[in-house]
């Protein structure tokens, strides 16, 4: 069996050993000399061999303990950077955040978001990811994430998702297209053009799908795309319709280059929530800005929340910008 070294008795021979007396070490230590002695002899007895040997008065290590002082600097001194590193997480500064977000989020929600934690704690670095529900879900699981903030799948029991906000999903086609002329249309409708999807594993085209199949409809076309900005091209194009985030295409809609319909039977939304794994316990870092997202959530609407926090980052920013002495 093997018995682990312990720590106290090392430390002891390590004091006497840089100190070279048993008094010295004593003193540095706090606790009495005939401790030390006792500490740094049952270190001896542990290893089978002397540690420590007088010349001229001055306690001095052996072959042996000059092997084992080695050691034991390396271990007191990774000690000390731990212990540093754990008091600078305490005090927030220092740190890595790894987080994930679902595309819309991730594109219009994060960056004031990230902005405003930063505003306080400037020493964390975070790493962003964005992608499918599905994708960051495993990425939780698997721990490349402590935190991800994603739309509603359904979650396997060791997942605790917190309702965080909504997403409103508009119905989007060009000003060119037939539809645009409706105002609102049916699912019966919708299912006679071609629609323009994100990929499979987003929420978003799992609630459409699950939507057309409950009416018992299918649309005629699909045509899938990973990127936001190349399924509104499409639209543009009047190449066919889509569903979309709100926030994802209110300047194109004030602007005129796209029209959102009115949807005749129903209104679709997708719950956005924080993750994160059961009963895990988070690090200080993620610990904190969940705390912060939850004191600033809005279960609404993404929309209003995100022109919240970017209105506080803006504000944030002046107030550095004032405080560097430069003209705001």
């Known amino acids: ?24 070490a004593a003193e540095e230590l706090h606790v009495s000399q005939p401790a030390v ?9 542990f290893v089978g061999f002397k540690l420590l040997e007088k010349l001229n008065k001055v306690q001095v290590p052996t072959e042996g303990g000059k092997l084992l002082l080695e050691y034991a600097e390396k271990i007191f001194s990774l000690l000390d950077q731990a212990m540093s590193t754990i008091q600078g997480l305490r005090d927030m500064k220092a740190g890595v ?6 595309r819309a989020v991730c594109q219009y929600l994060m960056p004031p978001v990230i902005s405003l934690f930063q505003d306080e704690y400037p020493f964390i670095n975070v790493h962003l990811d964005e992608g499918p529900s599905e994708e960051l879900l495993q990425g939780v699981l698997h721990n490349r994430y402590e935190i991800a903030i994603m739309a509603r799948v359904e979650y396997p029991p060791n997942v605790n998702a917190i309702p965080f906000t909504k997403d409103d999903v508009l119905l989007v086609v060009s000003p060119k297209s037939e539809l645009a002329r409706k105002g609102s249309v049916s699912f019966q409708e919708l299912a006679e053009e071609p629609v323009i999807c ?6 978003m085209r799992t609630a459409i799908e699950k939507t057309f199949e409950k009416k018992g409809l299918k649309p005629q076309a699909v045509i899938e795309a990973t990127n936001t900005d190349f399924i509104k091209h499409l639209v543009k194009q009047n190449r066919g319709y889509t569903f979309i985030s709100r926030v994802s295409v209110r300047k194109e809609i004030r602007d005129g280059e796209l029209v959102a319909l009115r949807l005749d039977d129903d209104s679709l939304y997708l719950s956005i929530d924080v993750i994160h794994v059961k009963g895990k316990i988070l690090s200080p870092v993620a610990s904190t800005f969940l705390n912060f997202l939850q004191a600033n959530k809005n279960l609404n609407s993404i929309g209003k929340l995100t022109d919240t926090f970017a209105r506080k980052a803006l504000a944030g920013q002046g107030t550095r910008t004032a405080r560097t002495g430069q003209k705001v």
Request: proline letters at 0%.
């Open 1 to 24: 069996m093997v018995v682990d070294i312990n720590i106290n008795q090392l430390r002891c021979f390590h004091a006497v050993a840089k100190s070279g007396r048993f008094s010295s």
């Open 37 to 45: 002695f006792t500490q740094v002899r049952a270190l001896e007895q």
């Open 97 to 102: 955040l790894r987080i994930g977000a679902a």
């Open 198 to 203: 994100a990929d499979k594993g987003t929420a």
